[in-house]
């Protein structure tokens, strides 16, 4: 491939290079601390080596010796739980540890598939994600203040914006609790009202479960789409910003308006929109069309298909002008 695919396997021997580091670290500190601990794993690696020069020589003879040094080797391990027990060390606190367990920070997993957390680099990369990851620091469950939503009473409605907000926010978390189930949302109602937001939530919650998503404007996937079919073919992470349009965990299309349906990204939004359905991928739409205008702006089946699997979720209330704060 190229050299910002090259890059991205740098990273990961980089992270490789740093897990064995912090060990030698923990390891280091936790010595200092228990100098048993440092005399214990001595011996056991002695008596290991030990074992495997008695099997090497003559397995037969060195049955009786194999069973004492065997002996001698579990009483140490013991020896050791008890020293880390006591002083509160977890088990595996000496042992590698990995940003991605799934791949032990290789980008593969054991069976040599790709990893979910290559894909999500890939995806990253290809889509020019990095810009907005650092905004979901900021944008997500955690920081979330439902008293900037009136509490008043609106005229049209059974409920204030505060409390259709509150909703929102238990959808929106259930959604990502029972995830992966194949649900898909639209937020719809106008802009300002929080449907980006809840949008960022949810995707950097999912990105911390170690999932991928995609999370775009209409724009930048018809972007991917047309140098997919036009001007950029063959280039690998045109390739994977394609494939991945159709098989990330999530796919999050933000503010889908007017401007973009054309007969070109209306055949293609409608064959990934039913393509995930069909696989069970969760998608979220946000959108300030209204619902009753989806078919005249894109099409009937587009339409169809959102109100047959999507969870139509309502926005309204008065503009509170916070998503850019
Ligand atoms: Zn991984």
Redesign the pocket.
């Known amino acids: 491939m190229n050299s910002a695919y090259q890059e991205i396997m740098e990273s990961y021997r980089r992270q490789q290079e740093m897990n064995k580091q912090s060990r030698k670290q923990r390891k280091t500190e936790l010595y200092a601390k228990i100098p048993r601990l440092a005399e214990v794993d001595l011996k056991m690696s002695v008596l290991g080596s030990g074992i495997s020069q008695a099997l090497l020589k003559s397995p037969k003879d060195s049955e009786k010796l194999l069973k004492e040094l065997k002996k001698e080797l579990d009483a140490l391990k013991r020896e050791k739980a008890v020293l880390m027990t006591d002083h509160g060390v977890p088990m595996n606190y000496l042992e590698l540890h990995y940003n991605?367990e799934?791949?032990s920070?290789t980008?593969f997993t054991q069976t040599n598939q790709r990893?979910?957390?290559?894909t999500q680099k890939l995806i990253s990369k290809a889509y020019e994600m990095s810009g907005i990851e650092q905004q979901l620091e900021k944008q997500n469950f955690s920081h979330f203040d439902l008293k900037v939503f009136s509490n008043a009473a609106l005229p049209k409605e059974k409920h204030s914006q505060r409390n259709n907000m509150m909703r929102i926010l238990a959808e929106a978390e259930t959604f990502v609790k029972s995830f992966p189930a194949g649900k898909n949302l639209l937020f719809y109602g106008s802009s300002g009202l929080g449907k980006t937001y809840m949008c960022n939530c949810i995707a950097k919650a999912l990105l911390d479960e170690g999932y991928s998503v995609i999370y775009q404007t209409p724009f930048s996937i018809i972007n991917i789409l047309e140098k997919k079919t036009f001007s950029d073919k063959d280039n690998p992470f045109v390739q994977v910003a394609y494939e991945q349009l159709f098989e990330s965990d999530l796919l999050i299309i933000d503010d889908l308006g007017t401007e973009t349906a054309n007969t070109f990204t209306i055949s293609e939004f409608y064959n990934i929109i039913n393509a995930r359905i069909l696989k069970e991928k969760s998608t979220i739409i946000s959108t300030n069309i209204k619902l009753s205008e989806i078919s005249s702006f894109y099409n009937d089946r587009i339409d169809s298909r959102l109100k047959g699997h999507y969870e139509i979720i309502r926005f309204y209330g008065p503009d509170v002008r916070w998503e850019n704060k």
């Open positions: 991605c799934k791949c920070d980008g990893c979910s957390c290559l």
